[in-house]
């Protein structure tokens, strides 16, 4: 995507900043984009690999047809258009991370860690988590979370770890398909089975096509069942097989190295529910004419707040995270009065844009 700046995921040294976004959803880029019109600083985390939160998690090729000045976009479309729309401003993003700690210092600043170790030091923080954050729905089974990151991998792998392995990748939907088809057409792992609890995908017609003739070729394998259980090693080291339940009464073996449960997502609140900060039915209060919460200098935006009349909108979004990057720079720059400026006619905008110079349209 365009004017992504994203950080390898773990750093030593903590990160000071005026301001950290946590989410960096429609509405976190969107906010990072009105902070720097207000020429505050910022660094976006997001718990997911790549930026766009909903739009491109959840709907990515979908159309939206209510964003202003923008007839019909998909989700992905529009996190492009914001990331590009942001680029001049160089906003570091740390992804695939999540912010698991918030706690205030004695000199008034934010300190956050992420699940990576990296440390950031703020003077604000802005939330902007959506739902929460996405995690991947664990296969339920005893004993299968012992092998988790040694032979079961909820993310994404390197094929070097998976070579010349048995490696059975479980789910129906667009993710499991190319994960599938992906591992299958590298020629790399000894055997690519695909399981899923019946023979219904969920996937584009193309994709499902793509499969039936990676099956047809001999690249890939398709088994249908549930895991019902698992089988070890003598010495309880080693996941070797699933035991499949393939119709009420009969059960059967998989035998496998590597397991890839592709499940879907599902959006986790998660640390931030612990973090002191007023809620209501698992959102967080706040002033909608500051997007402040009751802790000073913590605010939220876009799905996850809540005020009297709140949408769950991207526009209601948009809204919110300009009122709130007046709110911060008036907090950080107490002293300096606030003007309003258009981004149409003012110079110092069109510095911070990069286009100064550039001639005006008649
Ligand atoms: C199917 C569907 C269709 C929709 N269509 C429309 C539409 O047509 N028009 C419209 O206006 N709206 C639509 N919406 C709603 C719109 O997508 C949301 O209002 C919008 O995505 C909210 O943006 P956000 O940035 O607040 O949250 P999100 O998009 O949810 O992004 C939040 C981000 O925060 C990250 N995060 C959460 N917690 C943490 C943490 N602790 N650490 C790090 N990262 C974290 C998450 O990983 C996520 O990427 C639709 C929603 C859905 C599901």
Redo the contacts with the bound molecule.
């Keep these: 995507m365009p004017g992504l700046n994203a950080l390898p995921a773990s750093g030593s040294d903590p990160v000071p900043t005026d301001v950290v976004i946590?989410?960096?959803?429609?509405?976190?880029l969107f906010q990072a984009f009105q902070l720097g019109l207000q020429e505050v600083s910022c660094q976006i985390?997001?718990?997911?690999p790549h930026a766009g939160?909903?739009?491109v998690?959840?709907?990515a090729d979908?159309p939206?047809?209510?964003v202003p000045g923008i007839p019909v976009c998909s989700g992905r479309e529009l996190a492009e258009r914001l990331l590009l729309q942001l680029a001049p401003f160089r906003t570091p993003l740390h992804l695939g991370?999540?912010?698991e700690s918030l706690a205030q210092l004695g000199d008034g600043r934010w300190r956050l860690q992420t699940s990576s170790g990296r440390v950031f030091l703020a003077r604000a923080v802005i939330i902007?988590?959506?739902?929460?954050?996405?995690v991947p729905r664990r296969l339920v089974l005893d004993g299968l979370s012992a092998f988790e990151g040694r032979q079961v991998h909820y993310h994404a792998v390197e094929l070097e770890r998976l070579k010349d392995q048995r490696v059975v990748v479980q789910g129906g939907d667009e993710a499991a398909l190319e994960t599938a088809l992906q591992l299958a057409g590298s020629g790399q792992c000894a055997s690519v089975t695909l399981l899923h609890r019946n023979s219904k995908f969920k996937a584009e017609p193309a994709l499902e096509q793509a499969l039936q003739q990676a099956v047809a070729e001999g690249k890939l394998a398709l088994r249908t069942g549930q895991p019902v259980g698992l089988l070890q090693s003598a010495d309880g080291q080693r996941l070797t097989a699933l035991e499949l339940a393939v119709d009420d009464e009969h059960t059967e073996t998989l035998v496998l190295d590597a397991l890839l449960p592709r499940l879907g997502l599902s959006p986790k609140l998660?640390?931030?529910a612990d973090w002191g900060l007023a809620m209501e039915r698992k959102l967080l209060t706040v002033d909608p004419a500051t997007l402040a919460t009751d802790l000073a200098g913590v605010y939220a935006?876009?799905?996850?707040c809540h005020y009297p009349g709140k949408r769950?909108?991207?526009?209601c979004?948009f809204h919110e995270a300009t009122l709130a990057a007046f709110a911060v720079a008036a907090r950080l720059r107490p002293e300096q009065r606030q003007l309003l400026q258009y981004t149409t006619t003012s110079p110092r905008l069109h510095e911070l844009l990069g286009v100064a110079g550039t001639s005006a349209r008649t």
Excluded: H, R, S, T
């Design positions: 946590i989410g960096a959803g429609p509405v976190g985390v997001d718990a997911l939160g909903q739009c998690e959840l709907y979908k939206i047809y209510d991370q999540q912010v902007a988590a959506g739902v929460g954050a996405f998660g640390p931030i935006v876009g799905d996850i769950k909108l991207l526009l979004g």
